[in-house]
């Protein structure tokens, strides 16, 4: 989301719009987990992160480490989705370069990132997904937010990336955007022990990031990428 070197040709309304609906194209489960305290500390008392952004070149912020969730506390959750969505399962795709980051849990500071509107690879997932595990988010608006873009007028565009394309770079042909290429369109709030998950195709960012210094007091979140099998 920073400066494009031609920022006036690439924001262009080449995205669909499609306004986003509970049941639909998100889903929200409260009380996800039975023993999400557990899993908080559990994860909280781990030593081995990966740096993210600030202190490595990496898209994503903060630290992160896999395996947030067992295979036991993961099933029903799956369980859960493939029945909202209306698939017959769930799994992960391989990527070509790197990993994908499924199961991990992510802790980012208010310092470390700001929003950054975006869709996730579509050649890696259909769905992804998102539980808060801090307890008490001592701020408000520190959630996840869907996105539509804002054209150079002030009208607005689309949301979600075209049939054809695997993420917004391939949609826009750049790979940045001005800072005020995104409006707010939809927000869900950060409530401990909430998931909520989401077609992968909409543009989307955590709203915003919170705490300093200690773990225990930044945005903590477990990450799920995941692909339809129908």
């Known amino acids: 989301m920073l400066e494009s070197r031609r920022p006036e040709s690439a924001v262009r309304d080449v995205l669909p719009y499609r306004k986003p609906k509970l049941g639909r194209d998100y889903w929200i489960k409260d009380n996800a987990l039975p023993n999400a305290l557990e899993v908080y500390e559990r994860n909280l008392a781990r030593e081995d992160w990966t740096m993210g952004a600030p202190w490595r070149p990496e898209i994503w912020p903060g630290i992160r480490a896999p395996h947030a969730l067992t295979p036991a506390e993961l099933a029903p959750i799956e369980q859960w989705i493939c029945e909202q969505a209306g ?63 804002r054209m150079p007028g002030g009208g607005l565009g689309g949301n979600t990336c075209p049939p054809g394309c695997v993420n917004l770079t391939q949609a826009f042909g750049v790979t940045k955007l001005p800072a005020n290429a995104w409006a707010q369109d939809l927000e869900v709030e950060n409530v401990f ?10 543009v989307h960012s955590a709203t915003a990031y ?21």
């Open 193 to 202: 022990n909430r998931l909520i998950v989401y077609r992968a195709d909409f």
């Open 210 to 230: 919170f705490g300093q210094g200690d773990k225990r007091s930044k945005r903590a979140t477990a990450l799920f990428f995941w692909k339809a099998v129908r």
């Open 87 to 149: 698939v017959r399962a769930l799994k992960q795709e391989s990527p070509a370069q790197g990993s994908l980051s499924h199961n991990h849990v992510q802790l980012v500071g208010e310092k470390e990132s700001t929003a950054k509107p975006h869709v996730d690879s579509l050649a890696l997932c259909d769905f992804a997904g998102v539980i808060y595990l801090h307890p008490k988010p001592p701020v408000k608006h520190v959630g996840t937010s869907f996105y539509r873009l």
